[in-house]
């Protein structure tokens, strides 16, 4: 199996997908859909600095006023993030 395929099917302990986490994100913080989906692949192959990326900059730029279901969204892409790349 491809490393892409296996990243793009990889599951984190709440059963969610990379891609299914990636169109959430773009459905929980509308305002920064196209900054995710120009963001989001970089690097995957290899250690997922882009999906990374997009944490960091999603924390970043709502950290004042993040809705609890941006935190909660937050908290999947972040134990995704380090199942998935440690």
Known sequence: MHTSTRLFEA???TGRKLLD???HAQATFPEQSNWISRNWEHSYKVD?????HVI???EDVTC???TPEQEKH???????AIDTWH
Not at 48 to 52: A, D, E, H, T
Not at 74 to 80: D, G, K, Q, T, V
């Open 11 to 13: 599951r984190n302990p």
């Open 21 to 23: 986490l990636v169109d």
């Open 48 to 52: 997922g600095s882009g999906f990374k």
């Open 56 to 58: 960091g900059h999603l």
């Open 64 to 66: 004042s006023d993040r």
């Open 74 to 80: 937050l908290e999947a892409m972040r134990a995704f």
